[in-house]
C-alpha cells in the first residue's frame, strides 16, 4: 500500500503562531483528506483536497498531487485547535493513513 | 451532512465475550470501514464493506468478522474478545468508487476487555 509520512511527530505552540503539518505520500492519489481528531477521540474532516488550495477561516490546505505532498496551515493557534491532525489518502478501494501530527496550543 | 453513528461511546467486556459494535450510515454510501487505533501505531483497517453482503480484509482481520446485511449498517464482530482488542474502533463510509468525496467517521467506540 501506499506510504503516508506526516512531519513533525509532535508540535507545541504558544497560543497565537502560525504552523505547517506536512503529509508526504509514495505515489499517486485520486484524494486527500486532512482531519482533527478531538479530545474525545472523533475524527472531525477539515479539507477534502485532492489538488490545489482550500481555506476554512485560520485553517488552509494546498496539496501538490504531482510532487506527492499536502500542507496544512493553522494560523492564530487556538487552545481548542489541540489534538492530533491526520492526513489520509485515497487509492484503489481504501484511504491509508499518516501517523499523524499531535500539536498543543498552550495559552 | 452525512451521519455516521457508532452505538456505544464506551465499552467494558470480558475476556472470552462475543462483542458486537454497530455503525449506521444515513447517506446511502456504499463504502463502509472499520479501524482501530492504537497509540503509536496510528489507525490500522480491519474489514471493509463495498456494498450490502460484500466484505473485505484490512491489514489486521485476525479476530474479528464483520456483517452488512443492510447498505446502512455495518457491524464489527469480535469472536471471543482478548485483551489485545482493547482499542478505540472507528467506522468510517464514503459513496463509491469514482464518485468519493471522503470519509466521514463516527465517533468511535472505546472498547476494554477485561
Known amino acids: 500500500g501506499i506510504q503516508v509520512e506526516q512531519s513533525p511527530p509532535d508540535l507545541i505552540l504558544q497560543e497565537g503562531a502560525n504552523s505547517t503539518l506536512r503529509c508526504n505520500f509514495s505515489?499517486?492519489?485520486?484524494?486527500l483528506q486532512w482531519f482533527h481528531q478531538n479530545p474525545w477521540g472523533q475524527l472531525i474532516n477539515l479539507f477534502y483536497i485532492p489538488s490545489g488550495t482550500k481555506q476554512n477561516g485560520r485553517l488552509s490546505a494546498t496539496t501538490v498531487a504531482t510532487e506527492r505532498y499536502s500542507l496544512l496551515y493553522i494560523s492564530s493557534s487556538q487552545t481548542t485547535d489541540s489534538g492530533v491532525y491526520f492526513c489520509a489518502v485515497y487509492s484503489g478501494n481504501q484511504f491509508y493513513f499518516g501517523t499523524g501530527t499531535s500539536l498543543t496550543v498552550i495559552p | 451532512d452525512v451521519k455516521v453513528t457508532q452505538s456505544s461511546r464506551y465499552l467494558v467486556k470480558r475476556t472470552g465475550e462475543k462483542v458486537f459494535l454497530e455503525c449506521v450510515q444515513d447517506?446511502?454510501?456504499?463504502?463502509m470501514f472499520w479501524y482501530r487505533q492504537d497509540p503509536g501505531l496510528g489507525l490500522r483497517l480491519i474489514y471493509f464493506?463495498?456494498?450490502?453482503?460484500?466484505?473485505e480484509k484490512g491489514d489486521i482481520p485476525e479476530g474479528y468478522s464483520v456483517s452488512r446485511e443492510k447498505k446502512e449498517r455495518f457491524s464489527l464482530i469480535l469472536e471471543s474478545a482478548s485483551t489485545n482488542q482493547t482499542s478505540m474502533y472507528l467506522c468510517a463510509s464514503t459513496t463509491g468508487p469514482g464518485k468519493n468525496r471522503g470519509y466521514t467517521f463516527g465517533s468511535g467506540t472505546r472498547l476494554t476487555v477485561v
Open positions: 505515489d499517486s492519489v485520486n484524494n
Open positions: 464493506s463495498y456494498d450490502v453482503k460484500m466484505k
Open positions: 447517506m446511502d454510501h456504499e463504502n
